[in-house]
């Protein structure tokens, strides 16, 4: 993995400088906002606190999860038909639960931070009838690298003499190797700026799963005894300017 880490660094760093050099087609950078939502039976997208029928320690994430996207993409051909991009996804999850008691209310919100480097390949296989649109469709190959999870558990007493407590648990930071499959719409609006609006499915752990940490997205490894395969739905838009 250390090694993909040092070419996608050196991609970002040399790629763009020596474009016109080594590609026929143009340089375009983009900055916009990516969103995903975790799919399957995986106890990430499970309540954080579930009941004792329900199972283990969830993460918190049963709805859509957000971040940003940086995104530059090299045209091989002189019609941008076959394109190399690469990035990075910086992914905020948040997942929060509130359980009243009798004496107290338990808060609970579970962070996870997850900056994720991606190259991968294009192919616009198609010019729509809108004003230079295309649709396109590609993959990519992505390291994603954790930061440690953060659960925050607050438990708030009804009465004032009893004083508020708040205990932290979490699991240690974590490096993936995943892939992902994305189709897209990429349409001019004005010169130098383009609109890229695009969706697939990404896998956030297809190699380096590691069973003794358990789960990849849930703060306790109580009860679990491997890491699961997980993926999303994904969905970006992104605004370009072509250089």
């Not at 106890?43 to 004792?52: D, G, M, R, S, Y």
């Not at 530059?72 to 038909?81: E, M, V």
């Not at 003794?212 to 739905?233: A, D, Q, Y």
Request: hydrophobic share 40%.
């Amino acid at each position: 993995m250390k090694c993909f880490l040092s070419f996608i660094i050196a991609c970002v760093a040399f790629l763009p400088s020596q474009a016109d050099g080594l590609f026929d087609g143009t340089t375009s950078v983009g900055f916009g906002i990516t969103t995903f939502l975790l799919n399957g039976a995986n106890p990430a997208n499970q309540k954080i606190f579930p009941k004792e029928s329900e199972g283990a320690i969830g993460g918190g994430f049963p709805n859509w999860q957000s971040g940003f996207s940086l995104k530059g993409t090299l045209g091989i051909d002189k019609k941008n038909t076959y394109r190399i991009p690469f990035g990075l996804d910086y992914y905020i999850m948040n997942g929060v639960q509130r359980l009243p008691d009798k004496f107290y209310t338990i808060q609970a919100s579970h962070t996870i931070h997850i900056p994720t480097l991606f190259t991968g390949f294009e192919y616009a296989f198609a010019e729509l009838p809108l004003a230079n649109a295309k649709a396109y469709a590609g993959f990519d190959l992505r390291l994603s690298m954790m930061a440690p999870t953060e659960l925050e558990v607050n438990l708030n007493y009804e009465k004032p003499d009893f004083p508020d407590t708040t205990r932290y648990f979490g699991k240690s930071s974590a490096t993936r190797l995943g892939t992902g499959l994305r189709v897209g719409i990429e349409g001019i609006v004005e010169d130098r700026w383009s609109v890229n609006i695009s969706a697939g499915y990404t896998v956030f752990n297809l190699l380096g799963r590691d069973n003794e940490r358990g789960e990849l997205f849930t703060p306790s490894s109580i009860t679990e005894s491997v890491e699961s395969m997980i993926g999303g739905i994904t969905t970006a838009v992104i605004i370009q300017y072509r250089l």
